[in-house]
């Protein structure tokens, strides 16, 4: 569900699995030894690292990807060094989370977007920030019972800018919708203390109000951080890959043709996790049935693997990928085979 490097010593990386807990490696991927098996929960939605000090490590429990089958989580989960040791840090009822981020600029500030329980309606939603190293949280961006915070950016150059995505996701027994009028973007400017809607009549994105949104992934360029790439499901299937300049101001089809609809299916609603290269804003994956891959800003996407029958061996339904910060040429895919 999700891989980091260490930002100083890309050699050690870690690994979350659906169900499996935490993972390390030492020789950059080769080996992996298991670090999060003594926790009481190992259903894992995230990890976050600090760049200051990559042995502080974060891990939110709970599987974001809103499936059929995922298992809820129990809260967030600290370690001081790089894995021997974990603490539990509250936010149990967070059910499943889906993104982690600590501030580069402020390592006691970390912020969690908590997507809440799939099966029930729950408060425990929305965007978390803690301003004591997860000692104690706020929430800060709360929308319904029913949506909660499916993913969120955070500009490394001034970290009092982010964009978050909210998900309405209900599962019942008599039935379930996997969109609704509330899933959009929001945005701050001032560290997450306030937050405004970015409104999609006005700005070029999928309006939740006449169409069906459903999750919605966003990523952006760290080198130029005003560059924002999302992509929008419509609760079936593909929707679209918006592209901002601007940090989402204002909003382009980044996939006018529509070509990234070859590499997903009728259960694409749920996965939703795009990444864009550190230095190199036209090179932009996207994870969803295939693993797609753009050099030209979303032109073109030339490259599909692991879709079915395809030339490559590489398994299907991706859902976690990293990017070496020394050679971002060298990556980690994460997904349903390993």
């Known amino acids: 569900t999700d891989i980091e490097f260490n930002p ?18 030492t020789d950059m991927g080769v080996n992996w030894t298991p670090v999060f ?37 129990g809260g967030m989960y600290k370690s001081s060094d790089a894995g021997a040791n974990w603490q539990l840090l509250g936010l ?3 059910v499943s989370i889906g993104r982690v981020i600590v501030d580069p600029n402020n390592s006691n500030r970390v912020f969690v977007a908590a997507e809440g329980s799939y099966f029930t309606p729950n408060p425990e939603r929305g965007v978390y920030r803690s301003d004591d190293g997860g000692a104690t949280w706020e929430n800060v961006l709360f929308v319904s019972d029913s949506t909660g915070v499916i993913d969120i950016i955070l500009d490394p150059m001034n970290p009092n800018r982010l964009i978050a995505a909210t998900w309405e996701r209900v599962r019942r027994p008599g039935g379930s919708h996997l969109y609704g009028p509330s899933s959009g973007l929001y945005k701050s400017l001032d560290g997450g203390d306030s937050w405004t809607y970015i409104d ?17 992934g966003i990523a952006l360029c760290a080198s130029q951080p005003d560059i924002v790439y ?15 300049t601007d940090f989402g101001e204002t909003w382009s089809n980044a996939d006018s043709d529509m070509e990234i609809a070859d590499g997903v299916s009728t259960f694409s609603w749920y996965f939703g996790q795009v990444r ?51 050679n971002p040429d060298y990556l980690i895919s994460g997904n349903d085979g390993g």
């Not at 926790?39 to 042995?55: C, E, H, R, T, Y």
């Open 8 to 25: 100083s010593d890309p050699n050690i990386v870690y690994a979350g699995a659906a169900t499996g807990g935490v993972f390390k490696s």
């Open 37 to 73: 098996d003594a926790q009481a929960n190992l259903s894992v939605g995230d990890i976050g690292i600090d760049p200051n000090n990559p042995d502080v490590i974060y891990v939110g429990t709970g599987e974001a990807n809103g499936g059929h089958n995922n298992f809820p989580g």
């Open 230 to 244: 999302a992509e929008y499901t419509d609760g079936s299937t593909y929707l679209g890959l918006y592209k901002s």
């Open 92 to 94: 149990e009822n967070t």
């Open 276 to 326: 864009v290269h550190p230095t190199n804003p036209d090179i932009v994956y996207v994870l969803d049935v295939a693993f797609m891959r753009s050099t030209n800003g979303g032109a073109t996407w030339p490259i599909i693997y692991g879709y079915y029958d395809g030339p490559y061996d590489f398994h299907v339904d991706q859902h976690a990928l990293a990017m070496n910060p020394n």
């Open 200 to 216: 999609p009549t006005s700005v070029g994105l999928p309006n939740a109000q006449t169409q069906n949104v459903g999750r919605i």
